[in-house]
């Protein structure tokens, strides 16, 4: 989740062919595949499974998970902040053993959520669901007073370990191995300050983690983070960092929320540093902070507006200053 309205303001980037990043005019690629008529959703995340045709999505406003089948009907995954759900933050499918991961942390878009960070601390866990029932196998939780954690999002392993980005309490990538009923936290560094997104190689021997100053390059075998080299005048911290972050042959598709931009960022052959960019889109009229796709064959399907910043002191706003949440859709395989 790149723009916190609850937590706090880091951002994302936006790249034209020249890196003139501050002067970019729109750049419209994208088609709108679907919405969802429920306004006060508020979603941060998206997930697809390929054996139903359905999209899932998850709820920051009301602490829950719905599903869209392949003919658009739509219905609730799980009862609202059901299992103690709260709210759904990072979404990854396990296709192969039929797992629905998901990424939950406390947090002021969730409704009626009350608890203090300097006082009672912020709860956050990683909820692991049977994708065709519903059923809840598991839950990792960390709920301590005066602890402040946020899990952020998720990237399997081709061996279906579970990788997940963690913030605040301390800046770290977490694992929990396939078939374990153990979260145990497996990097932290200097190089890697408020992850975000993540993703793997598609040989699954490096991890890419998107965070507050850039792009981490995690060597599986030896353990080595080390930054991703980009070349001169790409801008991806701060303001510009990376929220969403994919693997799509030999390069990166991140989505710059704060900026209102998808980029794709192509890697050389050991896919140790970014060679060029190529922007996917820029400043879409229904972007309103976008924040996280999901890649189905050679498309990027995307959450285009999840309306962070539609709370003021009172909460969210009314009703009729809300927009159906959006997701578009681009090319990839197409030279823009």
């Given at each position: 989740m790149k723009k916190y309205a609850f937590v706090f303001g880091i951002s994302i980037l936006a790249m034209a062919p020249s890196?003139?990043?501050?002067?970019?005019?729109?750049?419209?690629?994208?088609?709108?595949?679907?919405?969802?008529?429920?306004?006060?959703?508020?979603?941060?995340?998206?997930?697809?499974?390929?054996?139903?045709?359905?999209?899932?999505?998850?709820?920051?406003?009301?602490?829950?998970?719905?599903?869209?089948?392949?003919?658009?009907?739509?219905?609730?995954?799980?009862?609202?902040?059901?299992?103690?759900?709260?709210?759904?933050?990072?979404?990854?499918?396990?296709?192969?053993?039929?797992?629905?991961?998901?990424?939950?942390?406390?947090?002021?878009?969730?409704?009626?959520?009350?608890?203090?960070?300097?006082?009672?601390?912020?709860?956050?866990?990683?909820?692991?669901?049977?994708?065709?029932?519903?059923?809840?196998?598991?839950?990792?939780?960390?709920?301590?007073?005066?602890?402040?954690h946020f899990f952020n999002d998720i990237a399997i392993a081709p061996n279906g370990d579970v990788f997940v980005t963690h913030m605040f309490q301390d800046h770290a990538i977490y694992r929990i191995k396939n078939g374990s009923e153990t979260l145990e936290k497996v990097y932290t560094s200097d190089v890697i300050q408020y992850p975000n997104g993540i993703a793997f190689s598609e040989n699954g021997e490096k991890l890419y983690v998107a965070h507050s100053d850039g792009i981490a390059l995690i060597n599986i075998s030896s353990g080595e983070i080390s930054p991703l080299e980009i070349p001169d005048g790409l801008k991806i911290s701060r303001r510009e960092s990376i929220d969403g972050l994919y693997f799509y042959k030999n390069s990166l598709v991140g989505i710059q929320s704060d900026i209102n931009t998808v980029n794709r960022l192509f890697l050389d052959e050991n896919g140790s540093k970014i060679i060029r960019s190529q922007p996917l889109e820029i400043k879409h009229p229904m972007m309103d902070t976008p924040t996280t796709g999901e890649i189905v064959k050679d498309e990027f399907y995307y959450i285009a507006n999840a309306q962070f910043g539609k709370f003021d002191e009172n909460g969210l706003l009314p009703m009729h200053k809300l927009y159906e949440p959006v997701i578009l859709k681009v090319r990839l395989d197409y030279e823009y």
């Open positions: 890196f003139a990043q501050d002067t970019i005019e729109p750049y419209n690629n994208s088609n709108i595949a679907f919405t969802i008529p429920e306004k006060d959703l508020i979603p941060e995340s998206i997930a697809y499974d390929p054996a139903t045709g359905s999209f899932f999505m998850g709820s920051t406003r009301k602490g829950k998970i719905i599903r869209r089948d392949r003919n658009g009907n739509i219905m609730d995954f799980g009862a609202a902040k059901q299992h103690g759900m709260w709210m759904v933050i990072g979404l990854k499918i396990d296709i192969d053993r039929r797992i629905l991961w998901a990424c939950s942390s406390g947090g002021d878009n969730l409704e009626d959520y009350s608890l203090k960070d300097d006082q009672e601390g912020r709860p956050a866990g990683i909820f692991k669901y049977d994708l065709d029932s519903g059923k809840l196998l598991g839950k990792f939780i960390y709920n301590a007073p005066g602890e402040v």
